[in-house]
């Protein structure tokens, strides 16, 4: 069946506020998105690096007998199954991460030796805590647990930043009904004239929706492309950033697809939400 | 039955007020011409209101086309208001799009086929003399003007039952003569006619239409015509 022209409800201005309206949610549902995908990354990755990964740490005093058993602990840890690789850091990187931590290579303190070990998948590093006893000063830093407080908060990042994009969602729902009632009211006349005529609910819903449609589509892309913007803004400074930190910050292509999609759903939801909105209210008419 | 329009104990009511209209029982033959006049503000308007399905009534039983449609689902009022051609004491056109499109509404609204709305638009539109304008917008044209495209657009499906109000309220008596003419035309090839009008000179063009008189809301009945309609009319001169 062929539509009506969308013509019949005189406009005044190609855009009406919704499209701002929208614009606006969408980048901050884009932006939430983004930022719940790329924390998403980070906490995986994070886990997924650590879980079978532990740092075996050998101290003394003595630096020769520091050497002596990072020595030992090296070939036993290498003579067990269910080591992978057991590597030694170098002494520069261990000063480097002592600094980070606010430690002073001037203090004269003894830095430890530290030995980067791989675990077979499913092992736990605890395990090796009973094998390593016999050498003295050998101590194990089971790394997902001296990481787990920022897991947490990158767990508790991606909720919020979900519960945004939602909470996004929902307001556009919302402006969409508000539009969808508006646009009802500003049409009555035209609306009153199509029904006489013979025109049907849907008919006359399927004009709303078009017309809110389009302007929640216009609005959604505004805002979705000011989003992406945004992000490679924020991703072009990221990269200075993300030498030799926990890698996995940026977006996939997969999650490039899942913002492309947001200003369509919200533009969908638009749609969806005018026709519910017109139809419940012409029901009611006489 | 062949009536299109029966009315039994109808009664109107607009909000607490007392009833707009009254009591009202008749019948409209099919191929039948109306003629209902009465004072301003006698209900006449209110009336065709019921008869349009643009209102149900407060009391009483209506059916159009030998349905009851006071009790009908909503959801098949279109189909009814679709044999149904109306022109407004307002004209009520759509003022974004053009006299062309107007007219054309109800086609699209049935969704004739675009080949069938451009003849039969064109055809209507040379016949009230505004094939010229047929792009202007309505609210570039005079009240005649505006008036002659509601007539065309409510005759341009060939409804089965023509409801006017006023048609000829804001031409020129030979335009107004025109617009009878169409309307009687119509009414020879079937359809049944109903018009709404103080115009002395239309009432006392057709002395063989059927008067309906209000007056504060009931009706009289001066001919008799509504309570025993006469037989189908023989053309008229
Ligand atoms: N929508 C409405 N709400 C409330 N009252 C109304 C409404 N429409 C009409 N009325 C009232 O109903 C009465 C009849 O009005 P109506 O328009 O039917 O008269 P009419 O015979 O068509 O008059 P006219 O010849 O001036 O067109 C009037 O008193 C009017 O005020
Ligand atoms: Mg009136």
Redo the contacts with the bound molecule.
Sequence with gaps: MTGLAPDLLAQRRLLGPLAWVIAAICLIATLASATALTLDHGARSLAGSLAGRATVEVSSDDPVERERHAEAALRLLRGRPEIVAATPVSQAEVARLAEQLGADAEDGLELPTLIDVTLRPGVSADALTAQLLPIPGVRLLPQAQTLAPLAAVLEALDHVALGVALVAAVSALLASGLAAHAALAAHEAAADILHALGATDRQLSRLLERRIGFEALAGAVLGSLMGGGAILFIAAKLQGLDKGQVTGTSLHFGDWAVLAAIPLLLSAAAVAMTRVVVMARLAKAA | MAGIVEFQKVGLR??RGAE?LSDLDFVLERGSFHLLT?P????????LSLITLARRPSRGLIRLFGEDVVTIDRARLPAFRRRIGIVY?DFRLIPSISVFENVALPLRIVGAHPNEIDASVTELLAWVGLDARARALPSMLSGGEQQRVAIARAVVTRPDLIVAD?PTGNVDPEMAGRIFHLLESLNRLGTTVLI?T?DIHLIGRAPQAAMMR?NRGTLDDPTGALRHPPARQAPYP
């Design positions: 607009y909000g707009t009465g301003s503000g006698a209900g006449k308007s209110s009336l004491q006023e709404a103080h209000l």
